[in-house]
């Protein structure tokens, strides 16, 4: 259990009659970028939201860091070491990419109720979030406004701001979604380079960069987990390749 | 992949901020210096009734600045801020009446005497309605939208209905305020506050602090999770800081500001009744608000210049001076997004 950074332990969960998470357990473990796939209407959301914390299990537990994270608000968990992207882009606009990702910095080096000192010359607030932009090979974009950003560009912040937190698991919600090829192996690239500091849990649909990063694959259907393995077990299950990949594919 | 943060010692930072005299930086000199030089002028000239006027304006510009920091700079429209005015009004009026009785305010548990100590006066004023906000603002905050506004009148207005229904100060009538209070300055003098144009210099400098305040606060830490609180709440809370305490906080220091601008304007008039308290006057705010430049700092100021001069000028031609009102406003909204500052000083630089 020690080596374990993110674990899932029979997670429940029922809206009305639709089970929509059924008896998940999952784990995450250092070094690695273990990957969730599975078709439209599985149950990804809900399941990354009960990690996240926007949603709360019926049942089961959430580990982070052996750390029971059930009944955690989405801030502590954040504190606590859990970064999240989203699926769709959920930066604030209007503001430079630094503001975006200082705010990480922020929460981890104290509470907010600091009236006074003016955070544009805070070298104690900046310089870390300029180094987890950095990370992310976005640096020279660091005072520009998000609005001005490429799509490619704004999922970078969106990891940058997870790194902020020097998180100890990554959630990592279709980074590649609406990327092109070239943006795509991009991100890739980045990710893998990652993976070594923060292990990264993936839901991811682009299948081609998911069978080149993971390290570990599970596969959601309806609500449970059909098929776990490395890339190689999954492209050969055949009840995976009857319910999400197809027949024809692979 | 080089290091970059040892390529620049200050690349981290942000690039220097703007010069002052832009256009931005000109106008709102121009507005401020105006302000100032224009009921001095006034003074000088034994036209009091002007003095008396740029302190009505100075007066609801702060408490527009209260409302601004909540709608403008938090996000949270509110529409129960003649709660905090009121209350502010009320704190100056039942003290001066306790301290032109002699009597106490209250005496169980402890004894409170009434005072005519402005500071005191200004003191107990933020503090309850700061305490008054943290209540109202538990609770509101726990919704959004058409509830936040709804339920945020809610409030205000069962504060209006008490007021007028407690007869020991004044009930409708309202309650007169016989003695000028005063301000306690070094070796024991005392300032004057009948005086109109001390009275305004006082509101001018308590304006002045409200602003400078509220602009430094914003550039902070606190400014900076209040910002991403308004824009992108999941954001806040993903980058692991709570936005309810955030808000909550911001709402508090808020209905402080507002209150202590009613506490201002109960002196002033020498006068206090629920008026103060009614919707019509929370409506006001927020059309001043509005006006002037949601989010904009000199927005509120911008605002109470062209509405009480409105209100002053076109309400001694017309009772329908509303109207025009109403028009302005409709104009601001279509072509002046920004308000008459956005309009003035150009779009704000966002960072």
């Known amino acids: 259990m020690s080596d374990v950074v993110l674990s899932l332990q ?60 059930t009944s955690m608000s989405i801030a502590q968990r954040a504190r606590l070491g859990l970064g999240r992207s989203f699926q769709v882009s959920s930066l604030a606009e209007p503001l430079s990419v630094m503001r975006n990702v200082m705010m990480g910095v922020q929460a981890l ?41 490429s799509h490619g560009e704004r999922r970078q912040v969106e990891v940058a701001c997870a790194l902020a937190l020097k998180p100890r698991a990554l959630l990592l919600d279709e980074p ?59 492209r050969q299950d055949p009840r995976v390749r009857e319910a999400y990949l197809g027949d024809s594919d692979a | 992949m080089t290091n970059t943060t040892s390529l620049s010692k200050n690349a981290a930072l ?50 527009a600045v209260g409302l601004n920091l909540a709608i403008g700079y938090g996000g949270m429209v509110s529409f129960g801020h003649a709660a905090y005015f009121g209350l502010g009004g009320y704190v100056a009026g039942i003290s001066a009446y306790h301290a032109f009785d002699i009597t106490p305010f209250m005496t169980w548990p402890f004894s409170v005497p009434g005072s005519d100590n402005l500071l005191v006066i200004w003191l107990a ?31 205000a207005q069962m504060i209006y209905y008490f007021a007028n229904s407690w007869p020991t100060y ?12 005063t301000l306690p300055l070094f070796n024991n003098n005392m300032l004057d506050s009948s005086d109109a144009l001390t009275y305004f210099l006082i509101c001018f400098t308590g304006l002045v602090l409200a602003m400078a305040i509220t602009s430094r606060m914003m550039k902070s830490r606190f400014g900076a999770a209040l910002t991403m609180a308004r824009l992108n709440d999941v954001r806040l809370a993903t980058a692991g800081i709570s936005p309810y305490p955030i808000r909550l906080v911001a709402f508090v220091i808020s209905a402080a500001i507002t209150g202590l601008a009613g506490a201002l304007y109960a002196d002033l008039n020498g006068f ?36 009480v001069m409105m209100e002053t000028f076109l309400g001694g031609v017309t009772q329908y001076w509303q109207l025009f009102l109403g028009l302005v406003l409709l104009g ?13 000083a150009g779009r704000e630089r966002n960072e």
């Not at chain 1, 796939?37 to 599985?42: D, F």
């Not at chain 1, 980045?190 to 390290?215: G, W, Y």
């Not at chain 2, 601001?332 to 003035?344: D, I, Q």
Request: hydrophobic fraction near 50%; glycine fraction near 10%; charged fraction near 15%.
């Open chain 1, 10 to 69: 029979n997670l429940h969960k029922r809206f009305g009659a639709l089970q929509a998470t059924n008896d998940v357990s999952l784990d995450l473990r250092p070094g690695e970028i273990h990957a969730l796939i599975g078709p439209n209407g599985a149950g990804k959301s809900t399941l990354i939201g009960q990690i996240a914390g926007n949603i709360r299990p019926d049942e089961g537990s959430v580990y982070l860091a052996g750390s029971e994270i």
């Open chain 1, 109 to 149: 080096q104290s509470h907010s109720f600091r009236f006074w000192k003016p955070v544009a010359r805070d070298r104690q607030l900046l310089e870390p979030a300029y180094e987890a932009l950095a990370r992310m090979q976005l640096s020279h974009r660091a005072w520009t406004p998000v609005f001005e950003l």
């Open chain 1, 176 to 234: 590649m979604a609406g990327l092109g090829p070239e943006g795509s192996a991009k991100l890739t690239e980045l990710l893998e380079a990652l993976k070594l500091e923060v292990p990264i849990l993936l839901i991811e649909h682009d299948m081609e960069a998911v069978f080149r990063l993971a390290d570990r694959i599970s596969v959601l259907v309806s609500g449970s987990v059909i098929a776990h393995g490395d890339s190689h077990t999954i």
């Open chain 2, 14 to 63: 942000a690039p220097e901020a703007d010069r002052p005299f832009d256009r931005k930086g000109l106008v709102q000199m121009a507005l401020l210096g105006l302000l100032l030089l224009l009921p001095v002028a006034a003074y000088f000239l034994g036209h009091i009734y002007y003095v008396n006027l740029a302190s009505r304006i100075t007066i609801i510009a702060m408490a």
């Open chain 2, 125 to 155: 004023a933020m503090l309850l309605c700061g305490l008054l906000a943290l209540v109202i603002g538990a609770i509101s905050l726990r919704t959004t939208g058409v509830y936040f506004i709804m339920i945020t009148l809610a409030f």
């Open chain 2, 170 to 181: 004044g009930g409708e009538d309202g309650l007169p305020i016989y003695i000028r209070n």
């Open chain 2, 272 to 307: 206090v009744s629920p008026t103060m308290l009614s919707w019509h006057f929370s409506g006001e705010l927020m059309v001043i608000v509005i006006l002037g430049g949601v989010g904009r700092l000199y927005g509120p100021l911008a605002g109470a210049v062209l509405f």
């Open chain 2, 332 to 344: 601001v909204v279509l072509f002046a997004k920004h308000g008459v500052m956005g309009w003035l």
